[in-house]
């Protein structure tokens, strides 16, 4: 009897260190707070993530909501065990390529599920997310079922519903920390329901009492509560303006949730409620563009239009050129998903939109009758009117002027954006003047042909490069019909090079060294397909291909960046009607 129990005692003592839990029984976490916190200002290094599915929908704060990372909270500290991250993938939610989930396994560590019941090197996480659904089908039970090793530098990540996991540790194994970009910390405290119900007798009394509250931010709570429900014309003129007022006013004050809900609030906004409606958010996105993208992002197409529209107005009030600029530049911003590039895209063509609508009733002049001679005076005076279309960046306008020559056949609408493009990023629009050249090479009267040189005061580039001085050279040729032909690299070339810059770099991505060898083709030279094999190696070391784009500098400079910050630049080159690739990873004969 006492051998036996000797042998019981060993083989228990045995058990305890197979499992490593001789001294700790179970995984804690005591550190984990599982209420996250209402955010109201935002910062620089936060940014909002709407919740596309259910994976972590057991607390409200992460049901059909919108969460907020710190995109700086793993520069200040490591990745723990039960840190809800913001992580990259390429499931769960497809449209953002971003999810969130649950730090369950730490690099190193083994984790083991079976039964619904996580264990951690042997040991059981005792946390309330160190279980999961429990099924009487034991079939669907098993299919939770997971033994694994976790890498260093990677992490389990699971949502708490497990049935509700379509990306993280379930679906993809575990996620190298590269992947992982931020930590959840709080959330804006309301969820959006797609279709806003009308305001019932409650709710109105409840808005139109805002007054007589004390302070403003009591007053703020109120109006905000259920501004999304509010039919601004139902409401009453007077009582609208009132309110919009005391909201343009207070905006600075208005918390992040109060953003996206006044946001919602487009119906029945006309006049002076439509400006003042339009000054709000239009200041909010002057000052604070990647928010009021993210803030757009979350909310229905409709409303999202109607905003990006009101948005513009009051752009159109301030440098709209300038707000464009700016507004594109996002596209290659960092911490942009596609999403939010298609917020942009949309708010890039309100700003067009309402550009368009202001250049209307311009005295610009579209056409004239053909001249009776060839003189200095009258190609001056066209010359003039094509430069003020120009300025004026009215493609709608420069496609007409440029339809009335058959050598602008094949041009249309968007060959007219891009030659307003070109002289925009390339010279100082605003001050351009064509200056008569009648020395200059192309100057011939006698033919109807007129040279002139463009001066904005500056010189952009090299002074030095024959095309810094092919571009600042403007001619203007009349036709047999009377129509005048303008002679520069941003009318000829320009229009078409951004297409072909992109259709090169196709070429290389698809690794179609046949097909590029022929696009390289010279007029005078037969580009072989080892060139071409090369050029496309040259750029798989350089880039990463997959994620490289192709992105305009200026003149006919491009570069081709990755994701990982990588780039290569080349230019296109031009003449004799004929256009091509200048790029060190080409080997040109000769």
Not at 442 to 456: A, C, N, V
Not at 515 to 521: H, I, V
Request: net charge negative.
């Amino acid at each position: 009897m006492k051998k036996a129990k000797t042998a019981l005692v060993a083989a228990l003592t045995l058990g305890l260190l197979l499992s490593g839990c001789m001294e700790k029984r179970a995984v804690m976490d005591e550190t984990t707070v599982h209420d996250l916190p209402i955010i109201d200002t935002l910062q620089p290094n936060q940014r909002l993530h709407k919740m596309n599915n259910d994976a972590m929908a057991g607390a409200k704060q992460f049901a059909a909501s919108t969460v907020v990372v710190d995109l700086a909270a793993y520069d200040r500290k490591s990745i723990a065990r039960g840190d809800v991250v913001y992580y990259e993938t390429d499931a769960g939610n497809p449209l953002s390529g971003f999810d969130v989930g649950r730090v369950v396994g730490l690099p190193g560590e083994k984790v083991k599920i079976r039964d619904g019941r996580i264990s951690i090197d042997g040991c059981k996480l005792d946390t309330p997310y160190g279980s999961g659904p429990q099924f009487s089908n034991t079939d669907i039970q098993a299919e939770f079922d997971r033994n694994i090793s976790v890498p260093d530098n990677n992490y389990f990540i699971i949502g708490d519903v497990w049935d509700r996991n379509f990306s993280g540790g379930f679906v993809e194994g575990t996620i190298p920390s590269s992947r992982v970009h931020g930590q959840v910390i709080g959330w804006l405290g309301s969820t959006l329901d797609d279709v806003v119900p009308p305001l019932d007798a409650v709710q109105f009394e409840s808005v139109t009492s805002w007054h007589s509250l004390n302070s403003n931010l009591a007053k703020l709570d109120a109006i905000l509560k259920y501004v999304a429900q509010i039919n601004w014309h139902a409401f009453g003129q007077e009582n609208a303006l009132e309110l919009l007022t005391f909201l343009y006013n207070n905006r600075d004050a208005i918390s992040a949730t109060g953003k996206i809900q006044l946001m919602r609030a487009t119906d029945g906004l006309d006049g002076a409620l439509s400006e003042t409606y339009a000054a709000i958010v239009g200041e909010w996105y002057s000052s604070d563009r990647p928010h009021m993208i993210q803030s757009l992002a979350v909310l229905p197409t409709d409303q999202r239009s109607m905003v990006a529209a009101y948005i513009a107005k009051q752009s159109g009030y301030g440098n709209l050129e300038q707000t464009i600029t700016e507004t594109n530049a996002l596209l290659d911003a960092e911490w942009i998903n596609p999403p939010e590039k298609s917020v942009v895209e949309g708010l890039l063509a309100a700003f067009e939109k309402e550009r368009n609508e202001r250049l209307q009733g311009s005295d610009v002049k579209l056409s004239k009758e053909a001249p009776t001679k060839f003189d200095e005076q009258s190609a001056q005076s066209d010359v003039d009117d094509f430069i003020a279309v120009l300025k004026a960046d009215n493609a709608d306008a420069l496609d007409r002027l440029l339809s009335h020559s058959k050598a602008y056949a094949d041009y249309g609408l968007e060959e007219a954006k891009e030659i307003i493009r070109g002289f925009r990023e390339n010279f100082d629009l605003p001050k351009l003047i064509a200056v008569p050249n009648p020395s200059g090479p192309s100057q011939d009267p006698g033919i109807g042909q007129f040279e002139f040189q463009l001066d904005d005061g500056r010189i952009k580039g090299d002074k030095s490069s024959s095309e810094a001085d092919k571009s600042r050279v403007l001619t203007l040729r009349y036709g047999e019909d009377g129509a005048a032909v303008f002679g520069n690299p941003y009318v000829h070339y320009f229009p078409f090079a951004e297409r072909m810059a992109q259709q090169y770099l196709e070429l290389v991505r698809g690794n179609k060294a046949e097909e590029l060898a022929g696009f390289l083709n010279p007029d005078d030279l037969e580009i072989p397909v080892e060139v071409a094999k090369r050029t496309i190696g040259s750029y798989g070391d350089a880039v990463e291909l997959k994620s490289a784009v192709v992105r305009y500098v200026r003149g006919f400079d491009f570069v081709v960046k990755d994701k990982k910050g990588a780039s290569h630049s080349f230019s296109i080159v031009y003449g004799d009607g004929l256009m091509g690739i200048k790029d060190e990873f080409v080997e040109y004969p000769g």
